[in-house]
């Protein structure tokens, strides 16, 4: 099992579509967001799995039925109202009634100064970006981001834990350590966190693109020479 498969987040993602019903990989340590699901009048908690600006995929605890009204509530007493899209065992795929401000949601996450640990979910971002390994720069794309790193789609054969450096579009270049690879993802370790009021910023213009702009996909990598 790789570093990544340890631990399971909490996923944000910029595009407006409900979450997709996905099977979920085993993990030994779980660190999703607990919100209050309230289903007619009764409130019981809920994990969320991966919040878009039209729904979410939702981990609960009883048993609902597809069309069914439910509401989330956030920890920030913000209240959602949706329909029950998809079930699939204890998870659901939650259709909202109105799109929400998925970056608002993001920077509830800010911890405080006085938190020695600070840290930010991944969120899923599709962004064209070069990731250059020695002699060798690859053509590749951010699957999703985080503060501290990013899983990126990578055509080609690298060897782990080597030193690289990740250019997003749009972004400054990011120096880290590529710490694993399969036949299709990455997941790169950056030396430094990137500030808070950077990356957001970040997000919100790569929310501002549109889908244009974010449909390169694996078949389009290429791998060119560099110095």
Wanted: glycine share 8%.
């Amino acid at each position: 099992m790789r570093d990544d498969e340890l631990v399971q987040e909490t996923t944000y993602s910029l595009a407006e579509k409900v979450p997709e019903q996905r099977r979920q990989k085993p993990r030994l340590l779980t660190l999703l967001r607990v919100a209050t699901l309230i289903v007619d009048g009764r409130r019981e908690l809920c994990l969320m799995r991966n919040i878009s600006a039209m729904g979410a995929m939702i981990h609960v605890y009883s048993t609902l039925e597809a069309g069914q009204s439910v509401a989330v509530e956030m920890k920030t007493g913000q209240e959602i109202i949706g329909k029950v899209k998809w079930i699939d065992g204890s998870n659901l795929g939650l259709e909202f009634e109105a799109p929400i401000d998925v970056m608002a949601i993001l920077a509830s996450q800010l911890v405080s100064q006085s938190d020695h640990k600070p840290r930010m979910p991944r969120v899923e971002v599709r962004c064209p970006a070069t990731l250059r390994l020695g002699a060798k720069t690859y053509r590749v794309t951010t699957h999703d981001v985080s503060q501290g790193g990013a899983r990126i789609m990578l055509d080609a054969v690298v060897v782990a834990n080597s030193e690289v450096v990740l250019s997003m579009e749009g972004f400054h270049s990011l120096h880290g350590t590529l710490r694993w690879c399969d036949s299709e993802h990455a997941g790169v370790t950056f030396n430094a966190l990137i500030p808070w009021p950077l990356l957001v910023c970040w997000l919100k213009e790569r929310r501002d693109v549109g889908p244009a702009k974010e449909n390169w996909r694996p078949r389009d990598l290429q791998v060119e020479g560099g110095a």
